[in-house]
């Protein structure tokens, strides 16, 4: 194949990186031959032109198909190369979290940093039995292989571990260790397997420690070997371990520390037995604190102390010696503290009573002086002379820590040979299995002895581990006649003589070290001289002389040779050494001399009772050594420990496990490419895939090279001949012959050829979908043209006939528009016309009344004008006239003023003279003069008038005359008048009287109405405010009884999920309970069976014939009955056993009684545990009966107070009616006993008495109930009536007067006194009255109504209130039903109690009946001539044949025979075929029920012992015969339900006839015989299940995932190494249809069984789970399972299950249900599985499964074409995010195990005992028909 074939556009490549070690890229071009440069894209888009190297023109690696990604195994991928291995590991182990990865014959695992859920039993379970190809990779699988590899092959074992410091390696061995305890399980009672897994922290304790890499490192290497015997169990285990790190015990690094045991030794320091140790905290010593960490996060040394005791004591190290072993520990500590100082430049000193030794020396028991001493001292011999020098404080310093080294190195020796001696078996090894946990290829900074010897031991495990390869490759071309080529691969031999040869490096450092003053620069000349010049692999650094480089074939190491030379030799001084050995310490003396033995660890003797002491030898020890051992140098010794393991593992079958440290960090699920390509190179995965690749590293078998390329051929390749097809067809694909092998079984394939056919059929698959996309979209094309088509045509038809519509629509429109338009442009006009007519008039109107109004205001103003200039102008002319006028007088009078002053003047002048007198008289004559005149003219004034008064005179007289007539008139008018007056004053008077009425009723009807107005304001405000109230609490009465409501609808609905929960809780409990019980009866019928096996084998021990099989009675829970039946069958066969019944006694006496008393203690468990579950169906069924009634009670109607008020006389009348029925009973009883009979005159007259009495009570009670009804009448009227009059007068107090009044006659009197005032009322206020009085009747008798709803409501919602919401009736009337309803449960129970003791008692009177008859009918004399003379008795027979038909009589010595014919020797096929089914179990009955009959106690229990023993030795003998099985399970059910069925009890005679209640038990209780079948019945199902689960497990896995229902739907993907199973239905392989044919035989042969249809059901049930759980578990456990097309195929295949279930009816049994986690599982492999709303679509849907499931699927999920897509890793996070709240249990696997508790519902026979016919067939001619 070219590489342009190849090398194309869009191919992908990995190209070399810095950071990443290998980084994917992409072409953009096609490369050409010749091309120096490649056109490259990198995933993050960058461009990248890639040169070529110009000398080699090596091209690129090509990255494997996407769909080969996250393979299982390495092998399997089409390039085999280290970036397409790192890729591989990175997926599995980053994305998909998965840690183990197969890689040929290794398995790569990558330590998690994690704790993982994969370890647990059901794993162990789920790989045991599987092949190693089938299950995703393991650690148990490596573990399952080399256990099945023994037991095959009958070859030893070895499992290699290997990595470096962190990887996993102990965890890795502790599992594989833990793998075979559990699966192999020990031979004897001693529990190997838990002393193996105990080692296991004793190791750690003392050989592991934290370092900077691993809290948990292992310090040393150890191989284990657990021995098995011929049955392959675990008898015992040896250990040996390699280069102990000694130097941690006096320093440790930064972040590191000592072994751990000294950690927890100090963390239990507090303890009482070691206060004599004098610890403390770990800061306070020197060896325990240089780490400066002394505490692992998460780890509590306390704890861990007491784990390592405890195995310390499980693998009999007693308290004393373990005491002893922590004193030495403990003055190792106490040593490193030791000070010591200079004393001058050449010597040292420690100071005197340091106190730190002298604890030292008491711990150890040596002297203080000799200890200080030669701490600080040497001893030097020469030839002739010893000198003791004194050391410098240096080297004593040097001498102590060497003495420490050297003191743990001896105690660590002896804890290994004492484990190993106590892991030690005295059975012969017939096999084992070893454990190599040794540590990987180690590169530091600066390398020392250590990691030269540790890369020494892997250079030697890596030149073994590639002849293994190499090895297994040569033998697959062999068996598949391949021609074999010879392949070039690393051989490090020569790196291994460089170090182990002569003259090598480990030669000339035991040479260095024996010179007397070697050194390690004159070693390191030696080195260079020796190999810097002859050996390639040998290098010396340029700028250093005390280095060398040895290119090993993980890479080149650089050795510091500074401290070669001292760790080499390890020299201790021996003085030191002697001043131990001379300790009184014992233990300490035993470290020592290796040929004596302890006489106690503490110094003390052995006490009487105490443990047996051993002797203590070490691992490898030799005569004549012991005293030299510790001059034999370390590299002597690892290279000759060495050479022995090689020796081991060339003669096991080796098995690989590499650890890898993904990080140096410690972080969980972190991959760093680096430190893991490292560790690759290191442990030899990368050379596995090398040497793969060089040869054929891809095999097919023909089957599934022909199924996965069949799309590559076309119809006249296919050949019958499969092997000839796919030759064709590869001589068509592939031109290159060189690139495949044909095989006997198989196609072999180079690297890169199954890729090339990958892309090949991806390509046809490619064309092919896009053909079928092609076809598809022109059919879709064209139907969618079609409905476009037809869809236009439809809408052009309604279009256009809407368009007609329209236009029509528009014409008639348009025509009614213009018509429209033209009546009303008309209207338009006229009404313009108008309004503009009327604006036009209104307009002159305005205009004209506005102008005449100006006109009229212009006039007005002009008159006013004129007036006020009239007026202005007159008061103007008066104001002028006026000022002139006072102008004028002031002028006058001033005048005037003027001359009479000068008149008075003159006067005054003329007063004094004669003339003024004169003057004076001459006015006065004037003045008389005047008045003479006056006076005349008075007088003709006075004439005048005369003559007019005469005048007047005459018509005064005539008028006085007409006066006069008038006056007379007047008169008589007068006297009217005054008549009048008196009348008017009494109108008067009538008349203020009427005002003053009228003023008061004014008043009064004022107040009143101003009363009515209040009251009616008032009665306003009050019923607004009742109304608003009556609102609210109509609202609130609604919103309360809608609470209520709500809140009964949730306590309903509470109750009830409470009520189904604990319901649902207590099956639970009581199905826990029935499987916890269930599971003890198994476990009681392994301990017999056990002790019987152990019986068997004293016997043939002892060579004792075997006189007959002796089982010990299982059915103890039938008392005495069982034992008494033991002891008369032993004494029978006494004196067959003779003495040989005394030697085996003997023997097994111990064990016996230990297993009596195990049985005796599995017993009273097994009684308590049936006491527990008969308690808690109890509790379970008066719970459900007291919840029913409470129910009951809150669904009952609501009582009221009143009610029980008017039923108090009805129930005083029921008790008289009670005691009167008791008294009419008394005396019927009296009568019946005594000389009164019922019709006797004192009996007759106490009963006219009685009933008088109660017809005189039901009178009275007639004449209560009447007045009760008339007074509340009479009183709802009076108080109607009250209520209407007081509204008139006082409404509100006459009211509460009335309402106190509760007397009837109170009520009456007032109604009368009120009546009168009622009529005065009336007469005053009738017409004022009438409408308010209407009026007030209606708001009161609103209020009223108001009221009485406003208290109607208060109340219900007081009693609302008051009560619980769960129970809605009245606490009193709750309280009494309670406590009436417990009194008639205790009494019904006191009841059933009596009516048991009367059945009993009746039976008894029934056998002394029987008894009496037979001895009165022994002492009869019958004459016989009495017996013929009557003809009447033959007749009696057919009477006594109906009485005791339908039972079977035998002798006693036939019962033996009739076991033996009935049970052991019957052959269930020939009586489920041709006789009626259960015939045994009739049989054994009605032989019970003879015995019954007879009263036979000893026949009835030896019968029922003899059956249930013998069936339990049938099933121990043909137990997994399903069909024998089954056909007892059916007749000891049919057995069991015979005696429930005639055993008397009523709630079994339910369905009886009368003939067989006839033929019920009379004589004896059954009721313990039917638990103890019961039990056997349990046992026989388990026994069942365990029968069809073994028949049914082989095939599960292949029906149910690896074949293929749907041919074709599935690919099979590219194999690796490990041999996967076929989906291809070869020969032999079990499909679906096996499946089924084996479930519808299970099902016909119990139908023919006559088993019971709910027995079946469970059966069917517990068939389908297993199915379920076991299909799912292996799903969850294979990744080659878990694609699309796998899920439709399990779907399907669900699917003909559920069908099974549907033809057989038992659709109801609950099966279906037990396949869901399986349907789910398989709906999750075909679910979208991208967005969030696929996420929260998966986690509704799955809720069978737990989360662990869910994301183990969706990691497994792979695809098998290249068409579909992984599952990111961002889904998952988020499906786990969405399940983090779920509860469920952490298990991955379901329990396979799980059995149903099964139960045996009472099915009743309709068959007739006496109808019943015993077959010939049987050999049952003994039994006689009664």
């Known amino acids: 194949m070219a590489a342009s074939e190849l090398y194309t556009k869009y191919a992908r490549v990995w190209i070399p990186d810095v950071e990443e070690v290998w980084r994917s890229a992409e072409l953009t071009k096609d490369y050409r031959q010749g091309d120096g440069v490649l056109q490259l894209q990198l995933e993050d888009g960058k461009e990248l032109e890639y040169k070529l190297d110009p000398k080699t023109n090596n091209l690129p690696h090509l990255r494997n198909p996407d769909i080969l990604v996250g393979e299982n195994d390495l092998t399997a991928l089409s390039y085999l190369h280290e970036p397409a291995v790192l890729h591989n590991l990175k997926v599995r182990f980053t994305d998909s979290k998965l840690i183990y990865t197969y890689c040929g014959i290794v398995l790569v695992a990558i330590n998690p940093y994690e704790t993982l859920p994969i370890y647990g039993s059901d794993i162990i379970n789920a790989y045991s039995g599987q092949n190693m190809g089938d299950m995703d990779p393991h650690i148990f699988a490596v573990a399952e292989e080399a256990y099945k590899q023994m037991a095959r092959d009958e070859r030893n074992q070895s499992i290699i571990v290997s990595g470096e410091s962190g990887a996993g390696k102990t965890v890795s061995a502790k599992y594989a260790m833990r793998y075979f305890a559990t699966v192999s399980g020990s031979a004897s009672e001693a529990n190997v397997e838990e002393k193996v897994l105990a080692s296991n922290p004793i190791m750690e304790s003392i050989g592991n420690a934290k370092t900077t890499r691993n809290d948990n490192s292992s310090r040393f290497g150890k191989y284990i070997e657990i021995g098995f015997d011929k049955r392959y169990h675990i008898i015992g285990a040896n250990m040996r371990t390699y280069l102990l790190e000694k130097s941690r015990v006096v320093f440790q690094a930064d972040e590191e520390r000592n072994y751990h045991i000294f950690y927890q030794l100090c963390a239990s320091a507090h303890l009482p037995e070691f206060k004599a140790l004098k610890l403390g905290k770990a800061d306070n010593f020197h060896y325990t604190k240089q780490g400066r960490n002394p505490v692992i996060d998460g780890i509590d040394d306390a704890k861990e102390m007491s784990t390592t005791r405890h195995a310390f004591t499980l693998l009999g190290v007693n308290e004393s010696y373990q005491i002893g072993l922590f004193r030495i520990l403990a003055s190792i500590l106490h040593l490193g503290n030791v000070e010591v100082k200079d004393r001058d430049s050449d010597s040292s000193i420690i100071p005197p009573n340091n106190g730190h030794l002298s604890v030292f020396c008491e711990l150890m028991g040596v002297t203080y002086q000799d200890m200080s001493h030669w701490l600080c001292h040497k001893k030097l011999k020469t030839a002739t002379e010893t000198y003791i020098k004194p050391v410098p404080k240096l080297q004593a310093i040097n001498a102590r820590d060497a003495l420490a080294k050297h003191i743990y190195a001896k105690l660590f020796n002896w804890i290994v040979h004492h484990v190993n001696k106590s892991l030690h078996s005295s059975v012969k090894q017939h096999s084992f299995i070893g454990v190599l946990d040794i540590y990987g290829f180690e590169t530091f900074e600066i390398n020392s002895f250590e990691q030269f010897c540790i890369n020494y031991a892997n250079e030697k495990l890596q030149q073994q581990f590639n002849m293994h390869v190499f090895k297994l490759e040569q033998e697959e071309y062999m068996r598949e006649q391949i021609p074999w080529t010879l392949i070039d691969f690393y051989d490090n031999q020569p790196c291994i003589n460089l170090i182990e040869a002569k003259m090598g490096v480990l030669d000339l450092l035991d040479e260095e070290c024996k010179m007397p003053k070697g050194s390690d620069d004159s070693w390191a000349q030696k080195l260079y001289n020796t190999h810097l010049k002859t050996c390639a692999l040998f290098e010396k650094p340029r700028m250093s002389n005390k280095a060398f480089i040895i290119q090993h074939f993980a890479d080149k190491v650089e050795y510091q040779c500074d401290g070669f030379l001292e760790k080499n030799k390890d020299t201790v001084n021996e003085e030191q050494i002697h001043v131990l050995k001379g300790s009184k310490f014992d233990l300490l003396v035993e470290l020592f001399h290796d040929e004596e033995k302890a006489t106690s660890p503490t110094g003390a003797a052995p006490t009487t009772g105490g443990r047996t002491r051993l002797s203590v030898k070490p691992v490898k020890s030799k005569a004549g050594q012991s005293s030299k051992e510790h001059k034999k140098t370390v590299g002597l010794q690892f290279r000759n420990s060495l050479h022995l393991l090689m020796?081991?593992?060339?003669?096991?079958?080796?098995?690989?496990?590499?650890?890898?440290?993904?990080?140096?960090?410690?972080?969980?699920?972190?991959?760093?490419?680096?430190?893991?390509?490292?560790?690759?190179?290191?442990?030899?995965?990368?050379?596995?895939?090398?040497?793969?690749?060089?040869?054929?590293?891809?095999?097919?078998?023909?089957?599934?090279?022909?199924?996965?390329?069949?799309?590559?051929?076309?119809?006249?390749?296919?050949?019958?001949?499969?092997?000839?097809?796919?030759?064709?067809?590869?001589?068509?694909?592939?031109?290159?012959?060189?690139?495949?092998?044909?095989?006997?079984?198989?196609?072999?394939?180079?690297?890169?050829?199954?890729?090339?056919?990958?892309?090949?059929?991806?390509?046809?698959?490619?064309?092919?979908?896009?053909?079928?996309?092609?076809?598809?979209?022109?059919?879709?094309?064209?139907?969618?043209?079609?409905?476009?088509?037809?869809?236009?045509?439809?809408?052009?038809?309604?279009?256009?006939?809407?368009?007609?519509?329209?236009?029509?629509?528009?014409?008639?429109?348009?025509?009614?528009?213009?018509?429209?338009?033209?009546?009303?442009?008309?209207?338009?006009q006229r009404t313009c016309y108008k309004r503009k007519q009327a604006a036009a008039l209104a307009m002159q109107c305005i205009l004209r009344a506005y102008m005449a109004r100006q006109l009229y205001k212009a006039l007005l103003r002009e008159h006013k004008a004129i007036i006020i200039q009239k007026m202005v102008r007159g008061w103007l002319a008066r104001q002028w006239f006026k000022r002139s006028l006072r102008a004028i007088v002031y002028l006058q009078c001033c005048i005037r003023r003027m001359r009479a002053k000068w008149e008075l003047k003159k006067l005054k002048i003329e007063a004094r003279s004669v003339e003024h007198f004169k003057k004076l008289n001459i006015g006065m004559e004037n003045k008389i003069m005047q008045l003479q005149r006056r006076i005349d003219e008075q007088n003709k004034d006075n004439r005048s008038l005369s003559e007019r008064l005469n005048g007047l005179e005459i018509s005064h007289a005539a008028e006085s005359e007409?006066?006069?007539?008038?006056?007379?008139?007047?008169?008589?008018?007068?006297?009217?008048?005054?008549?009048?007056?008196?009348?008017?004053?009494?109108?008067?008077?009538?008349?203020?009287?009427?005002?003053?009425?009228?003023?008061?009723?004014?008043?009064?009807?004022?107040?009143?109405?101003?009363?009515?107005?209040?009251?009616?304001?008032?009665?306003?405000?009050?019923?607004?405010?009742?109304?608003?109230?009556?609102?609210?609490?109509?609202?609130?009465?609604?919103?309360?009884?809608?609470?209520?409501?709500?809140?009964?609808?949730?306590?309903?609905?509470?109750?009830?999920?409470?009520?189904?929960?604990?319901?649902?809780?207590?099956?639970?409990?009581?199905?826990?309970e029935r499987s916890r019980y269930q599971n003890l009866l198994t476990e009681h019928l392994r301990l017999e069976e056990k002790y019987d096996d152990l019986k068997e084998e004293i016997t043939l021990a002892v060579n004792v014939p075997k006189p007959g099989h002796r089982r010990t009675d299982s059915t103890h829970s039938s008392n005495e009955s069982e034992c008494t039946y033991n002891s008369e069958f032993a004494e029978s066969e006494e004196g067959s056993r003779g003495g040989e019944d005394v030697s085996k006694a003997i023997l097994d006496m111990s064990l016996f009684l230990k297993l009596q008393k195990r049985v005796s203690e599995l017993e009273q468990e097994k009684q308590s545990l049936q006491n527990e579950l008969d308690?808690?169906?109890?509790?379970?069924?008066?719970?459900?009966?007291?919840?029913?009634?409470?129910?009951?009670?809150?669904?009952?109607?609501?009582?009221?107070?009143?009610?029980?008020?008017?039923?108090?006389?009805?129930?005083?009348?029921?008790?008289?009616?009670?005691?009167?029925?008791?008294?009419?009973?008394?005396?019927?009883?009296?009568?019946?006993?005594?000389?009164?009979?019922?019709?006797?005159?004192?009996?007759?007259?106490?009963?006219?008495?009685?009933?008088?009495?109660?017809?005189?009570?039901?009178?009275?009670?007639?004449?209560?109930?009447?007045?009760?009804?008339?007074?509340?009448?009479?009183?709802?009227?009076?108080?109607?009536?009250?209520?209407?009059?007081?509204?008139?007068?006082?409404?509100?107090?006459?009211?509460?007067?009335?309402?106190?009044?509760?007397?009837?006659?109170?009520?009456?009197?007032?109604?009368?006194?009120?009546?009168?005032?009622?009529?005065?009322?009336?007469?005053?206020?009738?017409?004022?009255?009438?409408?308010?009085?209407?009026?007030?009747?209606?708001?009161?008798?609103?209020?009223?109504?108001?009221?009485?709803?406003?208290?109607?409501?208060?109340?219900?919602?007081?009693?609302?209130?008051?009560l619980p919401p769960e129970a809605r009736i009245e606490a009193s009337l709750q309280h009494e039903i309670t406590r009436l309803t417990n009194e008639n449960l205790d009494l019904m129970e006191q009841l059933e109690k009596q009516d048991k003791t009367v059945r009993k008692l009746k039976k008894q009177l029934k056998v002394f009946a029987k008894k009496i008859n037979d001895l009165e009918g022994g002492q009869m004399d019958v004459s016989p001539g009495q017996t013929t003379d009557e003809p009447v008795h033959p007749v009696n027979i057919p009477r006594r044949e109906k009485d005791f038909q339908g039972m079977l009589e035998y002798k006693k010595e036939d019962e033996l025979k009739l076991v033996k014919n009935l049970i052991l020797e019957l052959k269930p096929r020939?009586?489920?075929?041709?006789?009626?089914?259960?015939?045994?179990?009739?049989?054994?009955?009605?032989?019970?029920?003879?015995?019954?009959?007879?009263?036979?106690?000893?026949?009835?229990?030896?019968?029922?012992?003899?059956?249930?023993?013998?069936?339990?030795?049938?099933?121990?003998?043909?137990?997994?015969?399903?069909?024998?099985?089954?056909?007892?399970?059916?007749?000891?059910?049919?057995?069991?339900?015979?005696?429930?069925?005639?055993?008397?009890?009523?709630?079994?005679?339910?369905?009886?006839?009368?003939?067989?209640?006839?033929?019920?038990?009379?004589?004896?209780?059954?009721?313990?015989?039917?638990?103890?079948?019961?039990?056997?019945?349990?046992?026989?199902?388990?026994?069942?299940?365990?029968?069809?689960?073994?028949?049914?497990?082989?095939?599960?896995?292949?029906?149910?995932?690896?074949?293929?229902?749907?041919?074709?739907?599935?690919?099979?993907?590219?194999?690796?190494?490990?041999?996967?199973?076929?989906?291809?239905?070869?020969?032999?392989?079990?499909?679906?249809?096996?499946?089924?044919?084996?479930?519808?035989?299970?099902?016909?042969i119990m139908c023919q069984h006559g088993t019971d249809p709910e027995l079946i059901k469970q059966v069917v049930k517990q068939q389908f789970y297993i199915i379920g759980a076991v299909t799912l578990n292996n799903l969850l456990l294979r990744k080659d399972m878990c694609s699309w097309s796998k899920g439709m195929q399990i779907r399907y295949n669900v699917s003909q299950l559920e069908e099974w279930l549907r033809d057989k009816n038992l659709m109801t049994c609950g099966a279906k249900e037990t396949l869901e986690p399986l349907i789910q599982a398989a709906q999750l492999l075909q679910v979208k599985k991208k967005t969030d709303e696929d996420a929260e679509a998966i986690c509704s849907m799955c809720n069978a499964l737990s989360t662990a499931q869910i994301v183990k699927v969706l990691n497994l999920y792979t695809p098998v074409n290249a068409f579909e897509e992984r599952v990111s890793v961002l889904f998952i996070r988020t499906i786990q995010t969405r399940l983090r709240d779920r509860k469920e249990s952490p298990q991955l696997l379901m329990d396979t195990k799980v059995i149903y508790p099964v139960t045996f519902p009472f099915n009743p026979s309709s068959l007739a005992l006496e109808t019943i016919q015993i077959p010939g067939s049987l050999n049952l001619a003994f039994l006689t028909r009664v």
Request: net charge positive; with cysteine.
């Open 647 to 828: 020796e081991t593992l060339n003669a096991t079958t080796p098995h690989y496990v590499r650890c890898i440290k993904p990080n140096d960090f410690k972080l969980a699920f972190t991959f760093d490419p680096k430190r893991a390509v490292q560790q690759l190179r290191a442990c030899g995965v990368l050379e596995t895939i090398r040497i793969s690749a060089a040869g054929f590293p891809s095999r097919w078998t023909y089957q599934e090279f022909f199924s996965r390329y069949r799309v590559l051929m076309v119809q006249k390749d296919v050949l019958t001949d499969r092997k000839m097809t796919c030759k064709n067809v590869l001589e068509k694909l592939v031109q290159d012959p060189d690139k495949y092998q044909f095989g006997k079984t198989k196609i072999f394939f180079r690297a890169g050829q199954v890729a090339y056919l990958e892309k090949l059929r991806a390509d046809k698959l490619r064309a092919a979908c896009i053909r079928i996309q092609k076809t598809i979209r022109c059919w879709l094309a064209r139907k969618k043209y079609l409905r476009m088509k037809h869809a236009a045509t439809t809408i052009q038809r309604y279009v256009r006939g809407h368009q007609a519509r329209c236009l029509a629509k528009f014409l008639r429109r348009t025509r009614a528009a213009i018509f429209i338009q033209k009546y009303q442009r008309m209207y338009v």
């Open 1470 to 1644: 020939g009586v489920a075929v041709n006789l009626i089914p259960g015939l045994p179990a009739y049989i054994l009955f009605m032989c019970l029920r003879h015995a019954d009959y007879v009263n036979d106690d000893q026949k009835v229990r030896s019968l029922l012992t003899s059956v249930i023993n013998s069936i339990k030795k049938i099933l121990k003998k043909r137990g997994d015969d399903f069909e024998t099985v089954s056909f007892w399970l059916s007749n000891t059910c049919r057995f069991l339900h015979c005696l429930k069925q005639y055993s008397g009890d009523e709630q079994f005679m339910k369905h009886n006839s009368s003939k067989q209640n006839d033929h019920c038990l009379s004589n004896f209780d059954l009721a313990e015989y039917r638990q103890v079948l019961s039990d056997l019945a349990i046992q026989i199902y388990q026994q069942l299940i365990k029968s069809m689960e073994n028949t049914l497990q082989p095939m599960i896995v292949s029906g149910m995932l690896e074949h293929e229902t749907i041919q074709g739907v599935s690919g099979v993907k590219p194999t690796g190494l490990r041999k996967r199973t076929s989906s291809i239905a070869d020969e032999g392989t079990y499909t679906l249809d096996s499946i089924i044919r084996q479930l519808n035989s299970f099902h016909s």
């Open 962 to 1072: 007409r006066m006069r007539v008038e006056v007379h008139r007047l008169r008589g008018a007068e006297e009217d008048a005054k008549n009048n007056a008196n009348k008017v004053t009494t109108l008067l008077e009538e008349l203020e009287r009427l005002r003053k009425d009228l003023k008061n009723t004014q008043k009064e009807k004022k107040a009143i109405e101003d009363w009515a107005k209040t009251y009616q304001d008032e009665m306003e405000k009050m019923i607004s405010e009742l109304k608003e109230q009556n609102h609210l609490l109509k609202n609130e009465k609604n919103d309360l009884n809608r609470l209520i409501q709500e809140q009964g609808q949730q306590w309903t609905d509470k109750m009830q999920r409470a009520l189904k929960e604990e319901t649902q809780q207590l099956e639970n409990d009581l199905n826990e």
């Open 1175 to 1362: 308690r808690r169906e109890e509790q379970f069924q008066r719970a459900r009966a007291r919840d029913d009634e409470e129910h009951k009670k809150a669904r009952g109607a609501e009582l009221e107070y009143e009610s029980l008020k008017r039923q108090e006389l009805e129930s005083e009348n029921k008790k008289l009616k009670h005691h009167l029925n008791e008294m009419r009973q008394s005396l019927r009883g009296s009568a019946e006993a005594g000389s009164a009979a019922p019709g006797s005159p004192p009996y007759t007259v106490l009963l006219d008495q009685l009933n008088s009495s109660n017809e005189e009570l039901e009178v009275r009670k007639e004449e209560v109930l009447i007045l009760r009804s008339q007074l509340v009448s009479q009183k709802e009227a009076m108080q109607h009536k009250v209520r209407h009059k007081a509204t008139m007068t006082e409404p509100l107090p006459y009211i509460e007067d009335v309402q106190k009044l509760t007397d009837a006659k109170e009520i009456s009197q007032a109604y009368m006194g009120l009546k009168d005032t009622n009529r005065l009322l009336e007469s005053q206020l009738q017409a004022q009255r009438r409408s308010h009085d209407n009026e007030v009747e209606v708001l009161r008798g609103e209020l009223h109504s108001v009221k009485e709803d406003n208290n109607r409501q208060q109340q219900l919602l007081a009693q609302n209130l008051q």
